[in-house]
């Protein structure tokens, strides 16, 4: 008997010396020492063949047996699972000199410096910022602006028409409506956003974006326009930069002007830029029609304004020296990580 337990011992030696897993260990122990199934207790089960007078002595073998296997199975799994951990800890481990892997810094596009731009400068002047819808109905867009029906100006922006009575703005004036509709003077606004025209080609894209200011107040004059416009060239386009005004035409505006800057390239002697002309256009403005005032319940004889809208892409083609208005929609990084603030 004596034999059969000391064979048992070596053969539980035996297996674990071959096991390098913590989890075929606990196989091991439960095929030995498991209550109902386990090896040992299986031993103990013996005892009935027994004569009375040798069940203590065998009793207290299986016994030993039992208590060394705990033991040992213990120790082993002690063993092995500080193995596993250590294991486990050197192929986490960090080399925390080494160098960080470098992260791509990215820009903002050069409509939205621009447009940061513009909002810093006129902000600066007492504007605050209106947005008006990018779907707007003939009534904003052309019709309260002086634009009725079947006039000629319609002709000068090719309009996307959603449904007969709705379409993508051609110009963010359609936001001056909303504004003096709802607001009584003294009114400064600044107006981003994005326009829409069926029109392509280097200079021109279907989609632009504008910003529209109006002033409304008594007492304004083209005087007030041309002080304001001049702090914005000098901000915009350097020291030194002046503004001329022209005749031009716009329906809602009473005198209508086109904005030059001197050239900022040549300082005004004439170069390639400004096409040796010593100007440069850079947007459009004038007096708030009368009859614009009217159409918002502002009485033109007590109240007069400016008002003026430029094309950022162009604004920034100019000052960042952009030949393609397309380079500002392509999304290529290797451009647009180019312009910062
Ligand atoms: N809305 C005009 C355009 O898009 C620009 C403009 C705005 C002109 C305000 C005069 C006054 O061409």
């Known amino acids: 008997m004596e034999e059969q337990i000391k064979a048992m011992r070596a053969e539980i030696e035996a297996a674990a010396a071959a096991i390098t897993d913590s989890k075929e260990m606990y196989q091991l122990r439960k ?100 947005e008006g819808p990018e779907i707007e109905n003939d009534y904003y867009n052309f019709t309260a602006l002086n634009t009725p029906k079947d006039h000629p100006a319609r002709d000068m922006q090719d309009t996307f028409y959603v449904s007969p009575e709705l379409l993508l703005r051609t110009q963010t004036s359609a936001g001056q409506i909303r504004v003096m509709e709802n ?95 010593g100007w440069i256009e850079v947007l459009g403005a004038g007096m708030v029609n009368r009859k614009v005032l009217e159409n918002c319940g502002i009485d033109p004889d007590v109240y007069t304004g400016f008002a003026f809208g430029m094309g950022i892409e162009r604004i920034a083609m100019l000052k960042y020296g952009i030949p393609n208005i397309k380079m500002l929609f392509e999304s290529d990084v290797r451009v647009l990580s180019q312009f910062h603030e």
């Open 31 to 130: 095929q030995y020492l498991d209550n109902k199934t386990g090896q040992i207790s299986a031993l103990m089960k013996n005892m009935r063949d027994l004569a009375p007078e040798e069940r203590p002595a065998f009793g207290k073998i299986v016994n030993e047996l039992k208590t060394w296997a705990l033991d040992f199975f213990t120790a082993q799994d002690a063993r092995l699972k500080s193995a596993e951990l250590a294991k486990k800890n050197a192929a986490e481990q960090i080399d925390v000199t080494m160098p960080a892997s470098a992260h791509a810094c990215g820009a903002l596009h050069p409509n939205t410096l621009i447009a940061n731009e513009l909002i810093e400068i006129f902000a600066g002047m007492g504007f605050t910022i209106f």
């Open 183 to 277: 607001t009584k003077p003294p009114i400064k606004i600044l107006s981003p956003g994005k326009v829409f025209r069926s029109d392509d080609d280097a200079t021109h894209s279907p989609m632009f974006s504008q910003m529209e200011g109006l002033v409304v107040d008594k007492g304004i004059t083209l005087c007030d326009l041309q002080g304001m416009l001049d702090e914005f060239a000098r901000n915009v386009f350097g020291e030194g930069v002046r503004t001329r005004l022209r005749p031009s035409y716009f329906p809602f505006t009473e005198p209508s002007v086109e904005v030059d800057v001197s050239c900022f390239e040549c300082g005004g002697k004439g170069c390639r830029l400004c096409k040796d002309t």
